[in-house]
């Protein structure tokens, strides 16, 4: 049975002008990410703007990365409100020999936690893939204790989850409770954080392209080597300072562009990056980065 544990890039989708997935340049970031020495790939995320795709541009994206990933492990995002679509999603994630599911908690309708956990459990049975619990309440506006986290974790359906939360408290009770479900950390910028309080990895978009950081901070931690751990966490905070300053999407696929991957920006609603942004990109983070 292999280990699902590890560093996984939450890739990005790269978009033409009018808004078409660009196939071969989502081909390129997952080799590039594989060069970086990536575990594996959350696909169909927030990162990938995948809630404001259709279900057939979700499914070429599947298809695309499965078909580049050179046996990598992979975990595909299905969740969305339209539950119908979510299924036939988690079926394609089935066919294609992914390795887990996972969806972001309902959201919108302030379901509740029966209704939340319902929905996980038919998404989980119609598909037969074990589901892994996508945790991110500043961007779903679901907040859960540890008691909620563990009434799912406690079913054989869950893998675990991916805890996008500053909490590390909760993290720490769920992970103690359940020692055998995976917890990766969210927050990339708080990994050396998550892996201390016994998250099994991480899952972030900043790892599009600084995923060897993240792999030698997992590395460092696991030989007990906390000191120099912090100072790449360091590194990387200081990028991931000036991306939240631009917006994290924008800046992120600006650097992938000044990387030298036909990229594109985001899709609207988000608005197109500043000139000045642009330069500051240029100057605080693109020399920094390994380069494809
Ligand atoms: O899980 C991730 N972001 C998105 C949260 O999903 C949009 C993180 O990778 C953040 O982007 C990163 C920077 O704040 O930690």
Do not use: W
């Not at 049975?1 to 989502?26: C, E």
């Not at 081909?27 to 575990?39: M, P, Q, T």
């Not at 992120?252 to 609603?269: A, I, R, S, T």
């Amino acid at each position: 049975m292999k280990s699902l544990k590890g560093i996984y890039t939450a890739l990005l989708t790269p978009f033409t002008a009018d808004g078409k997935i660009k196939a071969t340049v989502l081909a390129e970031l997952v080799r590039y990410n594989l060069d970086l020495g990536a575990d594996g790939f959350y696909v169909c995320g927030s990162t990938a703007e995948a809630l404001m795709l259709t279900a057939e541009e979700r499914m070429e994206i599947m298809r695309t990365v499965k078909e580049n990933a050179k046996g990598a492990n992979l975990i595909a995002h299905i969740g969305s409100l339209n539950e119908r679509d979510a299924h036939r999603l988690a079926a394609y994630a089935r066919e294609l020999g992914y390795d887990l599911i996972s969806s972001v908690t309902p959201f919108y309708y302030k379901f509740s936690a029966k209704e939340i956990r319902d929905y996980y459990v038919r998404l989980a049975d119609s598909s037969g893939m074990k589901m892994l619990v996508y945790y991110f309440p500043a961007f779903s506006g679901v907040n859960m204790g540890a008691g909620d986290i563990s009434s799912l974790l406690a079913d054989d359906r869950f893998a675990g989850i991916k805890y996008t939360s500053n909490d590390f408290f909760t993290m720490e009770r769920c992970k103690t409770a359940y020692p055998d479900k995976l917890v990766f950390n969210g927050y990339d910028e708080m990994l050396l954080s998550g892996l201390v309080m016994g998250a099994d990895g991480g899952i972030g978009s900043t790892y599009n392209f600084m995923a060897d950081k993240f792999v030698e901070i997992r590395r460092l931690v696991e030989e007990g080597r906390i000191d120099e751990a912090r100072s790449i966490q360091q590194e990387a905070n200081r990028i991931i300072a000036v991306l939240c300053q631009v917006g994290v999407m924008q800046a992120e696929k600006e650097v992938m562009n000044q990387l030298g991957f036909d990229f594109g920006g985001c899709l609207e609603p988000f608005a197109p990056i500043s000139e000045e942004h642009r330069a500051l990109i240029a100057k605080e983070i693109v020399p920094f980065i390994r380069k494809p």
